[in-house]
């Protein structure tokens, strides 16, 4: 009986230690942790969530067709999390609201492909979100598709983001 307590007891703290490390510790510094959010498409596009902190931690967290087997910690420069910043602002929705693009709001619009969500959030305030299914091919949109092909390169995680991996 005492073996089996202590085992529960063991599993407990492990999962605890597990979901302690699945998120960002809140930011020291001042700014919007940035959650980008790359959903899944009707073939073998990567699936993840990163987290980005403005005082430099970030946090990629796959789920199908990436390189990385489970949570991994990186470290974003001050620059890198700038020119983040720089880059999905244009894109923005009015602060503490979300915004929806998706086959209902687009008039071109192609099936499969998938869907990205970016979060801005900051402690105490309400979270800004954005919500676009990348089918939605209307001229308008370009640049946004732009921005978000961009956020792998812009964190320089590309290589934990191998489309050609196997799915767990």
Request: hydrophobic share 40%; aromatic share 20%.
């Given at each position: 009986m005492k073996i089996k307590i202590l085992g529960l007891a063991g599993l407990l703290a492990l999962a605890g230690c597990m979901a302690e490390q699945e998120g960002l510790e809140p930011p020291k510094a001042p700014g919007d942790v940035i959650r980008?959010?790359?959903?899944?498409?009707?073939?073998?596009?990567p699936t993840y969530t990163v987290q980005v902190s403005p005082d430099g931690a970030g946090l990629l967290t796959p789920e199908r067709f990436t390189s990385v087997p489970g949570a991994t910690r990186f470290t974003v420069t001050r620059a890198q999390y700038r020119k983040l910043l720089a880059t999905l602002a244009p894109h923005r929705p009015a602060a503490g609201t979300t915004q929806k693009i998706d086959q209902k709001s687009c008039q071109r619009f192609a099936t499969d492909m998938p869907s990205y969500t970016i979060e801005w959030s900051r402690p105490g305030q309400a979270p800004t979100r954005l919500d676009y299914q990348s089918g939605c091919m209307d001229p308008q949109y370009g640049k946004l598709r732009v921005a978000i092909s961009s956020v792998p390169k812009i964190l320089d995680m590309q290589h934990m983001l191998n489309p050609k991996a196997v799915a767990p």
């Open positions: 980008f959010t790359a959903g899944r498409c009707f073939g073998a596009c």
